[in-house]
Protein backbone atom coordinates (compact mmCIF):
# COMPACT_ATOMS: atom_id res chain seq x y z
CA UNK A 1 0.00 0.00 0.00
CA UNK A 2 1.51 3.80 -1.24
CA UNK A 3 1.45 5.91 2.00
CA UNK A 4 1.38 9.68 2.12
CA UNK A 5 3.39 10.66 5.43
CA UNK A 6 0.69 12.36 7.43
CA UNK A 7 0.03 14.54 3.76
CA UNK A 8 -3.76 15.30 5.42
CA UNK A 9 -1.92 17.66 7.80
CA UNK A 10 0.24 19.74 5.13
CA UNK A 11 -2.14 20.17 2.51
CA UNK A 12 -4.70 21.03 4.82
CA UNK A 13 -2.29 24.08 5.54
CA UNK A 14 -1.66 24.71 1.71
CA UNK A 15 -5.67 24.21 1.32
CA UNK A 16 -6.58 27.30 3.80
CA UNK A 17 -3.83 29.04 1.68
CA UNK A 18 -5.39 28.94 -1.44
CA UNK A 19 -8.83 29.20 -0.08
CA UNK A 20 -7.72 32.89 0.70
CA UNK A 21 -6.08 33.41 -2.26
CA UNK A 22 -8.61 32.50 -4.49
CA UNK A 23 -11.15 34.30 -2.56
CA UNK A 24 -8.62 37.60 -2.18
CA UNK A 25 -8.31 37.32 -5.67
CA UNK A 26 -11.03 35.95 -7.74
CA UNK A 27 -13.99 35.97 -5.36
CA UNK A 28 -16.77 34.71 -7.76
CA UNK A 29 -14.71 30.95 -8.35
CA UNK A 30 -15.49 30.43 -4.36
CA UNK A 31 -17.96 28.03 -3.97
CA UNK A 32 -21.06 28.66 -1.82
CA UNK A 33 -23.34 26.51 -0.27
CA UNK A 34 -27.26 26.69 -1.61
CA UNK A 35 -28.85 24.42 0.86
CA UNK A 36 -32.85 25.44 -0.16
CA UNK A 37 -34.96 26.76 -2.75
CA UNK A 38 -38.64 26.89 -3.98
CA UNK A 39 -38.21 22.94 -4.66
CA UNK A 40 -36.14 21.42 -2.19
CA UNK A 41 -34.32 21.97 1.31
CA UNK A 42 -31.34 20.09 2.28
CA UNK A 43 -31.36 19.07 6.03
CA UNK A 44 -28.34 16.78 6.20
CA UNK A 45 -25.84 14.56 3.87
CA UNK A 46 -23.79 12.12 5.25
CA UNK A 47 -22.38 8.60 4.43
CA UNK A 48 -22.38 4.90 5.93
CA UNK A 49 -20.78 2.08 5.54
CA UNK A 50 -23.59 -1.45 5.40
CA UNK A 51 -22.84 -4.63 3.81
CA UNK A 52 -19.37 -4.28 2.70
CA UNK A 53 -21.16 -1.29 1.22
CA UNK A 54 -20.91 2.63 0.74
CA UNK A 55 -24.27 4.80 1.08
CA UNK A 56 -24.82 8.08 1.18
CA UNK A 57 -28.21 9.96 2.79
CA UNK A 58 -30.16 12.93 1.82
CA UNK A 59 -32.28 14.31 4.62
CA UNK A 60 -34.37 16.93 3.55
CA UNK A 61 -37.53 18.34 2.80
CA UNK A 62 -39.26 18.11 -0.87
CA UNK A 63 -41.12 21.56 -1.64
CA UNK A 64 -42.26 21.21 -4.66
CA UNK A 65 -45.28 18.38 -5.83
CA UNK A 66 -44.45 17.76 -9.07
CA UNK A 67 -40.31 16.48 -8.50
CA UNK A 68 -39.66 13.32 -10.81
CA UNK A 69 -35.90 12.54 -10.17
CA UNK A 70 -32.88 13.26 -8.23
CA UNK A 71 -28.77 13.12 -9.12
CA UNK A 72 -26.29 13.40 -6.64
CA UNK A 73 -22.62 14.49 -8.02
CA UNK A 74 -19.29 14.83 -5.95
CA UNK A 75 -17.34 18.24 -6.67
CA UNK A 76 -14.03 18.24 -7.47
CA UNK A 77 -11.39 21.20 -7.75
CA UNK A 78 -10.49 19.58 -11.50
CA UNK A 79 -14.16 20.52 -12.57
CA UNK A 80 -14.06 16.83 -12.80
CA UNK A 81 -17.73 16.32 -10.88
CA UNK A 82 -18.35 12.78 -10.34
CA UNK A 83 -21.72 11.15 -10.62
CA UNK A 84 -22.58 9.49 -7.09
CA UNK A 85 -26.09 8.25 -7.74
CA UNK A 86 -29.74 8.91 -9.35
CA UNK A 87 -32.99 8.07 -9.22
CA UNK A 88 -35.58 8.91 -12.01
CA UNK A 89 -38.79 8.39 -9.78
CA UNK A 90 -41.40 10.72 -8.53
CA UNK A 91 -40.37 12.23 -4.80
CA UNK A 92 -43.41 12.70 -2.40
CA UNK A 93 -43.75 16.12 -0.53
CA UNK A 94 -43.26 16.87 2.82
CA UNK A 95 -39.98 15.12 4.99
CA UNK A 96 -37.25 12.80 3.50
CA UNK A 97 -35.02 10.49 4.13
CA UNK A 98 -33.16 9.23 0.79
CA UNK A 99 -30.66 6.10 0.47
CA UNK A 100 -28.31 5.61 -2.03
CA UNK A 101 -25.32 2.86 -2.73
CA UNK A 102 -22.76 5.23 -3.96
CA UNK A 103 -21.66 4.02 -7.33
CA UNK A 104 -18.24 4.96 -7.79
CA UNK A 105 -15.86 2.03 -6.80
CA UNK A 106 -12.85 4.37 -6.15
CA UNK A 107 -14.81 6.05 -3.90
CA UNK A 108 -13.38 4.12 -0.71
CA UNK A 109 -10.05 5.78 -1.38
CA UNK A 110 -10.76 8.78 0.93
CA UNK A 111 -11.60 6.58 3.59
CA UNK A 112 -8.23 5.06 3.80
CA UNK A 113 -6.77 8.70 4.32
CA UNK A 114 -5.89 10.05 8.10
CA UNK A 115 -8.19 12.79 9.01
CA UNK A 116 -11.51 14.95 8.53
CA UNK A 117 -12.47 14.99 4.75
CA UNK A 118 -14.34 17.52 3.58
CA UNK A 119 -16.88 16.71 0.46
CA UNK A 120 -18.74 19.36 -1.46
CA UNK A 121 -22.27 17.44 -2.46
CA UNK A 122 -23.86 18.72 -5.44
CA UNK A 123 -28.08 17.47 -6.17
CA UNK A 124 -29.62 17.75 -8.98
CA UNK A 125 -33.61 17.70 -9.01
CA UNK A 126 -36.14 17.93 -11.95
CA UNK A 127 -39.68 18.49 -11.99
CA UNK A 128 -42.33 16.75 -14.41
CA UNK A 129 -41.65 20.00 -16.76
CA UNK A 130 -38.08 18.69 -17.56
CA UNK A 131 -36.61 21.97 -15.38
CA UNK A 132 -33.45 21.45 -13.40
CA UNK A 133 -32.49 23.16 -10.65
CA UNK A 134 -29.20 22.73 -8.31
CA UNK A 135 -28.51 22.48 -4.86
CA UNK A 136 -24.91 22.42 -2.89
CA UNK A 137 -23.52 21.86 0.02
CA UNK A 138 -20.32 20.77 2.09
CA UNK A 139 -20.06 18.17 4.22
CA UNK A 140 -17.62 16.41 6.69
CA UNK A 141 -16.50 12.94 7.30
CA UNK A 142 -14.48 13.04 10.93
CA UNK A 143 -11.85 10.90 11.38
CA UNK A 144 -13.74 8.75 14.04
CA UNK A 145 -16.40 8.04 11.53
CA UNK A 146 -13.92 7.22 8.92
CA UNK A 147 -12.56 4.67 11.62
CA UNK A 148 -15.72 2.95 11.86
CA UNK A 149 -15.93 2.98 8.07
CA UNK A 150 -12.55 0.80 7.64
CA UNK A 151 -13.72 -1.57 9.92
CA UNK A 152 -17.09 -2.31 7.95
CA UNK A 153 -15.50 -2.37 5.09
CA UNK A 154 -12.21 -4.05 6.10
CA UNK A 155 -9.86 -1.16 4.55
CA UNK A 156 -6.58 -0.32 6.26
CA UNK A 157 -5.96 3.12 6.51
CA UNK A 158 -3.26 4.91 4.65
CA UNK A 159 0.54 4.86 5.69
CA UNK A 160 -0.95 1.58 8.46
CA UNK A 161 1.25 -1.10 7.16
CA UNK A 162 4.06 -0.92 4.21
CA UNK A 163 5.96 -3.60 2.91
CA UNK A 164 9.74 -2.76 2.33
CA UNK A 165 11.99 -6.06 2.81
CA UNK A 166 9.55 -8.61 1.53
CA UNK A 167 7.59 -8.55 4.88
CA UNK A 168 4.89 -6.46 6.20
CA UNK A 169 5.48 -3.75 8.61
CA UNK A 170 2.69 -1.76 10.90
CA UNK A 171 2.45 1.35 12.31
CA UNK A 172 2.44 1.19 15.49
CA UNK A 173 3.03 5.20 17.05
CA UNK A 174 2.17 8.16 14.84
CA UNK A 175 2.85 11.92 16.79
CA UNK A 176 2.21 14.74 14.30
CA UNK A 177 3.03 18.25 15.87
CA UNK A 178 3.78 21.79 15.12
CA UNK A 179 7.84 21.10 15.93
CA UNK A 180 8.36 17.43 14.40
CA UNK A 181 6.52 14.47 13.12
CA UNK A 182 7.08 10.56 13.64
CA UNK A 183 5.59 7.61 12.70
CA UNK A 184 6.96 4.24 14.04
CA UNK A 185 6.46 0.62 12.24
CA UNK A 186 7.53 -2.76 13.43
CA UNK A 187 7.01 -5.92 12.00
CA UNK A 188 3.44 -7.48 11.89
CA UNK A 189 4.68 -10.21 14.27
CA UNK A 190 6.43 -7.65 16.85
CA UNK A 191 4.66 -4.71 19.15
CA UNK A 192 5.62 -1.64 20.19
CA UNK A 193 6.67 -2.67 23.79
CA UNK A 194 8.11 -6.00 22.54
CA UNK A 195 9.96 -5.46 19.16
CA UNK A 196 13.28 -6.46 18.04
CA UNK A 197 13.33 -4.55 14.58
CA UNK A 198 11.40 -0.75 13.96
CA UNK A 199 11.80 1.68 11.03
CA UNK A 200 11.00 5.06 12.19
CA UNK A 201 10.49 8.24 9.89
CA UNK A 202 10.80 11.27 11.82
CA UNK A 203 10.69 14.91 10.31
CA UNK A 204 11.96 17.81 12.15
CA UNK A 205 9.70 20.72 10.88
CA UNK A 206 12.43 22.99 10.74
CA UNK A 207 13.83 25.30 8.45
CA UNK A 208 16.51 27.09 9.03
CA UNK A 209 18.32 24.31 10.61
CA UNK A 210 20.57 22.04 8.08
CA UNK A 211 20.69 18.37 7.99
CA UNK A 212 24.14 18.43 8.91
CA UNK A 213 23.29 21.01 12.43
CA UNK A 214 20.56 18.14 12.97
CA UNK A 215 23.43 15.54 12.33
CA UNK A 216 25.87 17.10 14.85
CA UNK A 217 23.14 17.62 17.72
CA UNK A 218 21.90 13.37 16.60
CA UNK A 219 25.58 12.51 17.39
CA UNK A 220 26.38 14.53 20.35
CA UNK A 221 23.25 13.66 22.49
CA UNK A 222 23.75 9.56 21.51
CA UNK A 223 27.29 10.08 22.51
CA UNK A 224 26.39 11.46 26.26
CA UNK A 225 23.90 9.33 26.42
CA UNK A 226 26.12 6.31 25.05
CA UNK A 227 29.68 6.61 26.00
CA UNK A 228 30.62 3.51 24.72
CA UNK A 229 28.28 3.95 21.19
CA UNK A 230 30.57 3.37 18.00
CA UNK A 231 29.16 5.71 15.39
CA UNK A 232 30.19 6.11 12.08
CA UNK A 233 29.80 8.65 9.09
CA UNK A 234 28.78 6.72 6.13
CA UNK A 235 28.57 9.08 3.47
CA UNK A 236 27.52 12.63 2.52
CA UNK A 237 26.36 13.69 -0.75
CA UNK A 238 23.60 15.33 -2.78
CA UNK A 239 22.79 16.69 0.69
CA UNK A 240 22.02 13.57 1.98
CA UNK A 241 23.83 12.32 5.34
CA UNK A 242 24.11 8.10 5.49
CA UNK A 243 25.14 6.85 8.90
CA UNK A 244 24.71 4.44 11.26
CA UNK A 245 25.83 3.30 15.30
CA UNK A 246 26.28 0.00 17.47
CA UNK A 247 26.76 -0.10 21.09
CA UNK A 248 27.16 -3.26 23.09
CA UNK A 249 24.69 -2.00 25.91
CA UNK A 250 24.11 1.41 27.89
CA UNK A 251 23.00 1.05 31.34
CA UNK A 252 19.72 -1.34 31.08
CA UNK A 253 19.21 -1.08 27.49
CA UNK A 254 20.36 -4.61 25.40
CA UNK A 255 22.79 -3.83 22.36
CA UNK A 256 21.42 -2.54 19.91
CA UNK A 257 22.42 -1.01 16.25
CA UNK A 258 20.85 1.71 13.59
CA UNK A 259 21.43 2.62 10.03
CA UNK A 260 19.74 6.21 8.98
CA UNK A 261 19.67 8.77 6.38
CA UNK A 262 19.30 11.79 7.28
CA UNK A 263 18.16 14.71 4.30
CA UNK A 264 15.93 17.62 3.89
CA UNK A 265 12.32 17.61 2.51
CA UNK A 266 9.34 18.73 1.56
CA UNK A 267 8.46 19.34 5.03
CA UNK A 268 11.35 19.85 6.73
CA UNK A 269 14.89 17.67 7.83
CA UNK A 270 13.85 13.76 7.30
CA UNK A 271 15.69 11.37 9.80
CA UNK A 272 14.78 7.85 8.22
CA UNK A 273 16.03 4.59 10.27
CA UNK A 274 16.10 1.23 10.72
CA UNK A 275 16.60 0.06 14.32
CA UNK A 276 17.99 -3.77 15.87
CA UNK A 277 17.88 -4.80 19.57
CA UNK A 278 21.57 -6.69 17.96
CA UNK A 279 24.58 -6.00 16.19
CA UNK A 280 24.00 -5.07 12.51
CA UNK A 281 26.51 -7.21 10.11
CA UNK A 282 28.43 -5.57 7.37
CA UNK A 283 25.93 -6.95 5.00
CA UNK A 284 23.00 -6.16 6.12
CA UNK A 285 23.92 -2.94 7.00
CA UNK A 286 24.50 -2.55 3.76
CA UNK A 287 21.13 -4.18 2.57
CA UNK A 288 19.20 -2.11 5.02
CA UNK A 289 21.19 1.20 3.91
CA UNK A 290 19.71 0.61 0.83
CA UNK A 291 16.15 -0.02 1.70
CA UNK A 292 16.01 3.29 3.31
CA UNK A 293 17.01 5.04 0.28
CA UNK A 294 13.99 3.56 -1.52
CA UNK A 295 11.55 4.19 1.57
CA UNK A 296 10.95 7.86 0.66
CA UNK A 297 9.42 6.43 -2.90
CA UNK A 298 7.66 4.21 -1.49
CA UNK A 299 5.95 6.83 1.56
CA UNK A 300 4.66 9.20 -1.65
Not at 197 to 208: A, G
Amino acid sequence: MGFSFHKFHFKLLISIFCIFLFTFCFPDMVRKKKIENDWFKIEKIFYKTESKKIEIYIKGTVKNPFLVGIEGFELNENSSDVLLFQQEKPLPIGPILLKFKVEVSENKNWIQKIGTTRKWIQIALKNDNGQVTHLQTEISIHESDKKQFRRDLSLDAEGESIRLDGREWRLVSDIDRMDQALLQYVPKSESLLFWNEMLTIHVYKVRTASPSEIYSLLESGKKKECPNILWNLESEKSGKISYSWENSGCGKQSPSSQVAKLYRGEFGIYNIRYDRRSKIGAEDKKRWSDLLDLLPSKLD
